[in-house]
T-cell receptor, first 114, second 116 residues
Framework: AQSVTQLGSHVSVSEGALVLLRCNYS??????LFWYVQYPNQGLQLLLK??????LVKGINGFEAEFKKSETSFHLTKPSAHMSDAAEYFC????????????FGKGITLSVRP | GAVVSQHPSRVICKSGTSVKIECRSL??????MFWYRQFPKKSLMLMAT?????????EQGVEKDKFLINHASLTLSTLTVTSAHPEDSSFYIC????????????FGQGTRLTVV
């Protein structure tokens, strides 16, 4: 079984400030971890993913995340927030494999103040 | 990345009617497609997993006779909401992936269904 915990439902930062969105996971096997972004009334866009190898993963739009097995975490960060980063962010886990399904966290709304 | 197209993007239907939502992989062959439902301010709930040419596998609590899924080709899967009711109003999202262990799932843009 697998699960994802995203604490809090809303994060607000000032433009130019650090963005930190937290994600903790539970998985019975080595996990594959993902961060997705969703803009209103749109589907999901992959920001980045961890499968194997380097634990610090860089994604699109300046985002990165670090897989920490000891903490079962995969927090998303961006050094400097931009207004266009305002969106819904979902962390997800899968157990790999051809048919593997994603289990999503409940999502976090990121607001960026001018 | 690869493109998954979902149609329609919005649909309004009357109670008791059926609605079909299409999910197409435009530039790759999707051996597996997933259908999700998303409630307002909520996460995505997986409804079912479908593999081309075989019956869909539904998640616990999802009525397979109400949400009919067909994955007849490697580029097309359809979700039909039968005898729709207002409580079926939601945002439905599909995703598609090729076979293979580390392949990425690509998401459609979603369909906003409103049942009146």
């Amino acid at each position: 079984a697998q699960s994802v915990t995203q604490l809090g439902s809303h994060v607000s930062v000032s433009e130019g400030a650090l963005v930190l969105l937290r994600c903790n996971y539970s998985s019975s096997v080595p996990p594959y971890l993902f961060w997705y972004v969703q803009y209103p009334n749109q589907g999901l866009q992959l920001l980045l993913k961890y499968t194997t190898g380097a634990t610090l993963v860089k994604g699109i739009n300046g985002f990165e995340a670090e897989f920490k097995k000891s903490e079962t975490s995969f927090h998303l960060t961006k050094p400097s927030a931009h207004m266009s980063d305002a969106a819904e962010y979902f962390c997800a886990v899968s157990e790999g494999g051809a048919n593997s399904k994603l289990t999503f966290g409940k999502g976090i709304t990121l607001s960026v103040r001018p | 990345g690869a493109v998954v197209s979902q149609h329609p993007s919005r649909v309004i239907c009357k109670s008791g009617t059926s609605v079909k939502i299409e999910c197409r992989s435009l530039d790759f062959q999707a051996t597996t497609m997933f259908w999700y439902r998303q409630f307002p301010k909520k996460s995505l709930m997986l409804m079912a997993t479908s593999n081309e040419g075989s019956k869909a596998t539904y998640e616990q609590g999802v009525e397979k006779d109400k949400f009919l899924i067909n994955h007849a080709s490697l580029t097309l899967s359809t979700l039909t909401v039968t005898s729709a009711h207002p409580e079926d109003s939601s945002f439905y999202i599909c995703s598609a992936k090729t076979g293979g262990k580390d392949t990425e799932a690509f998401f459609g843009q979603g369909t906003r269904l409103t049942v009146v």
